[in-house]
């Protein structure tokens, strides 16, 4: 039996196990930027070999200098680091699993790290007497992630239980010639194999638990090593969606809380291993930690599974061709919106049946959907290869929810200015001239915004709030009242509608939650676009309780679903249709991903049903952030750098993007239909209306069609509307 020195005996070995940790810290790290940067500019999670890849030529990097000493030298820690980057390396390989699929990645991770320790498998005995103190050591790594982070769905949960036992068990196997031994030894081992271990984002935390290595050189027996080290794996496997370690989550979100956790977690390990260079503990002990565990989690924790679910879309859609289109002004309008909204929730009860009835009978929960004929079902992805056979289902998407917090996100960016300041966007597109020379601002008309949320008590905003039972839906929250975490909700609406920053000032205008926390899911949106349809009253039934007689006539959407949120290019097609076919005008933003072309690719953007917009600077050319193409995308711009509005506080402040030009094209709607009531509803008029009238854009910044018809001029737009059809 191999006993290793308590001293690395050199300075080569010294200088190898630097150089391992240094290459395998910064090997995962540059895994995790690679995969943010495809996020910001796809909007997706990167494909599985690009962490693969980091992975493995992280291992191999790593291991270089130990595989030359345990060669030429015959080195007994190089050979021991050699044995523990190959299981890194192994268990690496994992993460060819889409991020979102993370019961399948715990699957295949337990499955190799089985593996691994059955073909590393030593004769040691596995000595039970310093199992108390593994679970002590063990639980107590463990309490950060009980108290800052949460379970996902049950499946999900047991799989990471299994998939840290089994990396446990590999890491007793490998390590077993260096215990009893020094910590250092230990340590680095444990850094190179947990370099395999989860995705890219959460495993940053991982090599905190390594720094258990000291107390794992107290432990006697592969059982204890086995259980400190699969109890230190647990939490970040466990208590962390992967794919919500990403900078789309910004403020005191899942990143910081990881990144707390982890600091955490290594304060705890140095203790342990000081702690157990003079005691031992034992059950006593264990079961103090294991009750101190209990009540951080119940009592600080977040209790509860809390997993992603799925988008179930089913075969059958409604089909609203045969519905009378030609119906406009405001009593036109709502009865083709009540026949719409009556059509599509008959459809839904009568083609839902069997498959309701099914998950019934599997007591599985679900939500109804009928703007889009489908389910979000409380499962996780194990469900879905029963689900995809199903006859009655076109496709299943994933629809990601957002893992609760310990804390409120911390949204206050400090104090914001309290002038409106001077509107050059306001200017730039001449909406005052329609308020000064035709006395026309929007009154009569509902806007409709799914954002953020929005402060109802700003004073920009507050006077021309709908009000009523059915004016404000937060399927995130449950509030009551327009409120706006984020901001950027209130920012866009302001553009709209705002009293002194608005297009449209005397519009009035309903709200909905749609992305809480900056990330949202198929599901979410498609809640607020069910109640901009057929609104309801607070903790109502949208499909028993829907009114489609008050829903807007005009709405606003400053916001898109990519794949890193569960949605595919098509996702939101027959929601728009059917909006299309209400005679509600629905405006969207491009998107933020030019200059290059094709980049108008996330919904609703591309969608013919929706007027698309880009965005402009103060020179009057088109942004180069703007997204622009395929095809006809954006059908217009309007200012969308520097934009001030409004923000929650009562403030006001500056934003750019194309979420800031899309709320004035729909301002520009809201003065048409003010000043022509006869012109609600009619949709093909008002965007021709709108396209012939607006200024033509040129500069070089106008290819791919960057403009669409260019900037949209309101005082022409509403002197065309007011002219005989």
């Not at 499909?543 to 898109?560: C, F, H, K, Y």
């Not at 794949?563 to 005008?585: H, I, K, N, R």
Request: neutral net charge.
């Amino acid at each position: 039996m191999l006993y290793l020195p308590r001293v690395m005996k050199s300075w080569r070995v010294a200088g190898a196990g630097v150089w391992a940790v240094a290459v395998s810290v910064a090997a995962q790290w540059l895994a995790w930027q690679a995969g943010q940067d495809t996020v910001k500019a796809a909007g997706e999670q990167p494909g599985g070999g690009t962490a693969v890849a980091y992975g493995a030529l992280g291992a191999v990097l790593a291991a270089m200098p130990s595989v030359l000493l345990a060669v030429r030298r015959r080195d007994a820690v190089a050979r021991v680091w050699v044995w523990a980057a190959a299981g890194g390396l192994v268990l690496g390989t994992a993460r060819i699993v889409p991020v979102g699929e993370h019961e399948l990645y715990l699957s295949v991770l337990a499955v190799l790290a089985a593996l691994g320790a059955l073909i590393a498998r030593n004769r040691r005995p596995a000595e039970y007497r310093t199992v108390p103190a593994a679970i002590v050591a063990g639980v107590g790594l463990l309490l950060p992630w009980l108290w800052v982070g949460a379970l996902g769905g049950p499946v999900e949960t047991a799989l990471a239980v299994i998939a840290a036992g089994a990396v446990g068990w590999l890491a007793a196997a490998v390590l077993a010639p260096a215990y009893p031994g020094n910590g250092v030894v230990l340590g680095i081992g444990l850094i190179l194999i947990t370099a395999g271990v989860g995705q890219p984002g959460p495993s940053l935390a991982l090599p905190a638990t390594a720094l258990a290595g000291f107390a794992v050189a107290r432990m006697r027996g592969r059982l204890a090593v086995g259980v400190l080290t699969g109890l230190g794996v647990l939490g970040p496997l466990a208590f962390v969606g992967p794919e919500e370690v990403t900078v789309m989550l910004t403020g005191r979100d899942v990143p910081i809380w990881t990144a707390i956790a982890g600091a955490g977690t290594a304060a705890i390990a140095v203790t342990a291993g000081v702690v157990f260079r003079f005691t031992i503990p034992g059950r006593g002990y264990a079961a103090a930690l294991l009750l101190i565990g209990t009540v951080v989690y119940v009592g600080a924790g977040q209790p509860g599974f809390h997993g992603d679910r799925l988008f179930v879309i089913l075969a059958d859609q409604a089909d609203l061709s045969d519905i009378d289109t030609s119906r406009i002004g405001l009593s036109g309008r709502d009865a083709r919106a009540s026949e719409v909204h009556g059509r599509l929730v008959a459809q839904a009860e009568r083609t839902q049946a069997g498959l309701r009835r099914d998950l019934d009978r599997l007591g599985i929960g679900y939500t109804r959907y009928y703007l889009i004929n489908a389910l979000e079902v409380d499962a996780g992805p194990w469900l879905r290869p029963w689900l995809d056979r199903r006859a009655d289902v076109d496709r299943v998407l994933l629809s990601p929810h957002l893992r609760p917090l310990p804390l409120p996100r911390d949204t206050d960016d400090g104090p914001v200015d309290p002038t409106p300041g001077d509107g050059w966007n306001i200017t730039a597109i001449g909406a005052d001239r329609v308020w000064s020379e035709l006395g026309v601002r929007g009154a009569g008309v509902v806007v409709g915004a799914s954002d953020s949320g929005v402060d109802g008590t700003h004073p920009a905003l507050s006077a021309n709030f709908r009000g009523g039972d059915d004016s404000w839906l937060d399927p995130w929250n449950g509030t009551r009242a327009p409120v706006d975490h984020g901001g950027h909700g209130t920012h866009t609406l302001g553009s709209a509608v705002g009293g002194g920053i608005g297009v449209a000032p005397d519009a009035q205008w309903v709200g909905c939650v749609n992305m809480d926390r900056n990330l949202s899911s198929p599901a979410r949106y498609l809640d607020c676009l069910q109640f901009m349809m057929a609104p309801f009253p607070v903790g109502g039934d949208p499909i028993a309780d829907g009114r489609p007689g008050r829903g807007p006539q005009v709405l606003t959407n400053s916001w898109n679903c990519p794949a890193v949120e569960g949605c595919d290019l098509a996702t939101f097609v027959p929601a728009t249709a059917a909006f299309a076919v209400a005679g509600t005008f629905v405006v969207a933003s491009a998107g933020n991903s030019g200059p290059g072309c094709a980049t108008v690719n996330l919904p609703p953007g591309p969608y013919p049903d929706v007027v698309t917009v880009g965005a402009t600077d103060h020179a009057g050319a088109v942004a180069a952030f703007s997204s622009r193409g395929p095809g006809a995308k954006p059908d217009l711009v309007a200012p969308g750098a520097r934009i001030r509005s409004a923000l929650p506080g009562g403030g006001y402040g500056e934003m750019s993007g194309t979420s800031m030009a899309a709320p004035q094209v729909a301002g520009v709607v809201a003065l048409m239909w003010s000043a022509a009531p006869a012109l609600i509803g009619d949709l093909p008029r008002t965007r021709a209306l709108l396209n012939s009238t607006a200024t033509p854009v040129t500069g070089p910044e106008t290819g791919c069609g960057a403009a669409g018809a260019g900037l949209v001029n309101a005082p022409a737009a509403v002197r065309a509307a007011l002219l005989p059809s």
